[in-house]
């Protein structure tokens, strides 16, 4: 079965870090890029960062940069998502996906994790 499994979210407060996990299993990530995408309710799913299949290039939303670095280790299968000086506006529901290359459109992708919450809250 192919599935992606999204780890690491929690309730943390503002100017706090969390680490989000992408693991893929029934599937190589090696040949895949994996975008992150967020979901605050009644808002649009909106496109956080997106790291090509080697991981050498890395695109960010202008609202996580400088904040957010996304990273791959795909002898892990594995993508991950640093957030360092959370804030409240960050605080989503958190998707990772995998596709061909890097697009803030959802239908590009082809996989979904399920989904992860973060909450930035004092």
């Known amino acids: 079965q192919l599935q992606l499994v999204e780890s690491g979210g929690g309730l943390v407060q503002p100017g706090g870090s969390l680490r989000l996990s992408c693991a893929a299993s029934g599937f190589t990530l090696d040949y895949y890029v994996i975008g992150w995408f967020r979901q605050a309710p009644g808002k649009e799913r909106e496109g956080v960062s997106c790291?090509?299949?080697?991981?050498?290039?890395?695109n960010y939303a202008d609202s996580v940069k400088g904040r957010f670095t996304i990273s791959r280790d795909n002898a892990k299968n594995t993508v991950y998502l640093q957030m360092n000086s959370l804030k409240a506006e960050d605080t989503a529901v958190y998707y990772c996906?995998?596709?061909?290359?890097?697009?803030?459109?959802?239908?590009?992708?082809?996989?979904w994790g399920q989904g992860t919450q973060v909450t930035v809250s004092s």
């Open positions: 996906a995998s596709g061909l290359y890097c697009s803030d459109n959802v239908d590009q992708y082809d996989y």
């Open positions: 790291i090509s299949s080697s991981g050498w290039s890395t």
